[in-house]
């Protein structure tokens, strides 16, 4: 099975700064299709998970253009621009190569300093 | 509005089963996969396995691969979780979300926290 990791586990922010999510996979996630199935959530505190990027850069429906999701293969990066008061909870990558299974990482919890 | 609306928290003896329901409205439930997602207290996010309520088919991760049943019921919208011979470390807060065609997960019911004591 895929394991997913992801770094740092935890990031206090000052809002106005930009952030940075590193996600590595233990397998390529490019699939034969051309596609690669890596994907972001945010969950706030006390909700469920939202989509913020599918398929490693686009943001979904409704997502700030603060955001924003690169990478190839294995290694991956959520990045936001200025981070917000609204932005804090945990940020989960996820994978979906290995259908039907998904995995997700580990999470990494952010806050505002 | 897609709506994915959960029932309410249960608490359970070790050794018993809980069956968490989950429906939808909006959309079309035949063409979604449902998946069934839990979050232990302070831990992340763990799939556990989905439906494809169209084909009536069930996949479940190997962990829970036994004790989980994943079912669905097209008349009512409506998927269901079962969970078997419960322990203390299944105690958690249980989510399902949906697939339709586009990115995974893009709705998600509110949680069903299922408490498992004696």
């Known amino acids: 099975d895929i394991v997913m990791t992801q770094t740092p586990l935890s990031l206090s922010v000052t809002p106005g700064q930009p952030a940075s999510i590193s996600c590595k996979s233990s397998?390529?996630?490019?699939?034969?299709?051309?596609?690669?199935?890596l994907y972001w959530y945010l969950q706030k505190p006390g909700q469920p998970p939202q989509l913020l990027i599918y398929?490693?850069?686009n943001r979904f429906s409704g997502v700030p253009d603060r955001f924003s999701g690169s990478g190839s293969g294995t290694d991956f990066t959520l990045k936001i621009s200025r981070v917000e008061a609204e932005d804090v909870g945990v940020y989960y990558c996820?994978?979906?190569?290995?259908?039907?299974?998904?995995?997700f990482g580990p999470g990494t919890k952010v806050d505002i300093k | 509005q897609v709506q994915l609306v959960q029932s309410g928290a249960e608490v359970k003896k070790p050794g018993s089963s809980v069956k968490v329901s989950c429906k939808a409205s909006?959309?079309?439930?035949?063409?979604?996969?449902i998946s069934w997602v839990r979050q232990a207290p302070g831990q992340g996010l763990e799939w556990m396995g989905r439906?494809?309520?169209?084909?009536?088919?069930?996949n479940y991760a190997q962990k829970f691969q036994g004790r989980v049943t994943i079912t669905a019921d097209k008349s009512t919208s409506t998927a269901y979780m079962e969970l078997s011979s419960l322990r203390s470390e299944d105690t958690a807060v249980y989510y399902c979300?949906?697939?339709?065609?586009?990115?995974?997960?893009?709705?998600w019911g509110q949680g069903t926290l299922v408490t498992v004591s004696s």
């Open positions: 979300a949906r697939v339709d065609g586009g990115p995974p997960f893009d709705y």
């Open positions: 909006g959309g079309t439930f035949s063409s979604y996969a």
């Open positions: 439906i494809i309520p169209i084909l009536g088919i069930a």
């Open positions: 397998q390529s996630l490019l699939h034969s299709d051309g596609k690669t199935y």
């Open positions: 398929e490693v850069s």
């Open positions: 996820m994978q979906s190569i290995q259908l039907p299974l998904f995995t």
